[in-house]
Nanobody
Framework: QVQLIESGGGLVQAGGSLRLSCAAS????????AGWFRQAPGKEREFVAA????????YYADSVKGRFTISRDNAKNTVYLQMDSLKPEDTAVYYC????????????????WGQGTQVTVSS
């Protein structure tokens, strides 16, 4: 059974930082795109960041450019999302995804999803 295990969510004040981790079973993240998406109450799931496992090309939503950084550790089959200068509007459930293809910025490109981790930013 393929699993993506997320960790690192929590409560943080505006302007603070948080680091999310997503560990994949097997070697899924080594040869496919991996990404982070988020979903706030009453809103559609939206793209946050993505990285190509081979090569390391990155993609970011305009709303997080300059504040968030996606990275990966090949040996640990783990993808990270470093979030700095957090804003209240960043509050959402964050999901990691793997097995992306074609366009790593859209939901339908991914086969595997994590369980989601809550990120709450207070002002």
């Amino acid at each position: 059974q393929v699993q993506l295990i997320e960790s690192g969510g929590g409560l943080v004040q505006a302007g603070g930082s948080l680091r999310l981790s997503c560990a994949a079973s097997g070697r899924i993240l080594k040869y496919y795109a991996a990404g982070w998406f988020r979903q706030a109450p009453g809103k559609e799931r939206e793209f946050v960041a993505a990285i190509m496992w081979t090569g390391g090309s990155t993609y970011y939503a305009d709303s997080v450019k300059g504040r968030f950084t996606i990275s990966r550790d090949n040996a640990k089959n783990t993808v990270y999302l470093q979030m700095d200068s957090l804003k209240p509007e960043d509050t959402a459930v964050y999901y990691c995804a793997a097995g992306g293809s074609t366009d790593p910025t859209i939901v339908r490109s991914y086969l595997y999803w994590g369980q989601g981790t809550q990120v709450t930013v207070s002002s």
